[in-house]
């Protein structure tokens, strides 16, 4: 039997499996090994399909809040919804919430202020924070450490993770785990080969953020979470361990991080 994966940042939901989303969910996927994912729903005006697909098949779980894309529509109305939405047994997360300066589709302040109500929402809740930050890893480790008991309590993941060792040590320090996608198999990504070296496996899982950044070598293809396998066999050749060693320590630091009892 195949080692079973476990997905911990997906966008299924996304409008670009509308044609075929429920084929990968109902064969493709199981037939690949992907035993878990967590669907990421990152606009709050648009949740539905997250929750669809999440009702439907039993591996999904889901996760929602508002991008810092999208942070300048935020609203307490939405944070209202926000709060309903995590009710759901199976959100098992509150992201992906963040700061993007590479984009700036928001404007700065929005970005901190949504960032640090979210974040407190996560605490209240009781509830892991999936973290989104490009250009803008100072800034967000300065607000991260504001709500520090309450990460090593709760727990959160930095996604897609970009930055050096020494940022990745900060976030590990705030009781974060790393997350590792497609990026890690593109050939000048020296930066996420030194920070795979250095990071503990029981602190790191596996992600696709399909249909985005898509694993070598189906680059500029959509990406989908059967594609996954590729990242863990590079970064089980970074560590120098077997495939299955990795993929296990993924699934079962997944399994931690979002809080599910799963057989």
């Known amino acids: 039997m195949s080692t079973a994966l476990f997905d911990t940042h997906a966008h299924v939901s996304d409008k670009r499996f509308d044609e075929d989303r429920d084929d990968i969910l109902a064969r493709k996927l199981p037939e690949a090994g992907i035993a878990l994912i967590c669907d990421v729903a990152c606009d709050l005006r648009d949740v539905a399909v997250t929750l669809d697909i999440m009702e439907r098949y039993a591996y999904v779980y889901g996760a929602v809040g508002m991008h ?3 942070a300048q529509y935020m609203d307490n109305g939405l944070m209202d919804s926000l709060r309903a939405w995590l009710a759901e047994p199976k959100m098992v997360a509150l992201g992906e919430i963040g700061l993007d300066y590479y984009y700036d589709l928001s404007d700065r302040d929005s970005q901190r202020k949504w960032f640090d109500k979210q974040l407190s929402l996560a605490a209240e809740l009781k509830k892991p924070v999936i973290l989104h930050v490009r250009d803008a890893i100072g800034e967000s480790l300065d607000i991260l450490k504001a709500h520090k008991r309450e990460l090593l309590s709760n727990g ?7 930055g050096s060792p020494e940022s990745a040590r900060e976030c590990l320090d705030l009781g974060l785990m790393i997350g590792f996608g497609g990026s890690l198999t593109f050939k000048n990504n020296r930066k996420g080969v030194e920070t795979a070296s250095f990071v503990p496996l029981d602190r790191a899982v596996f992600e696709t953020d399909c249909p ?4 070598v ?6 990406n989908d979470p059967s594609y996954m396998r590729l990242s863990i066999e590079r970064f089980a050749e970074i560590k120098g361990i077997p495939f299955e060693e990795a993929a296990e320590a993924g699934y079962a630091n997944g399994l931690r991080l979002f809080g599910i009892q799963y057989d």
């Open 68 to 70: 810092p894309h999208t």
């Open 156 to 162: 959160g993941v930095m996604h897609c993770f970009s």
């Open 212 to 215: 985005y950044l898509t694993p």
């Open 217 to 222: 070598p189906h680059r500029g293809e959509r």
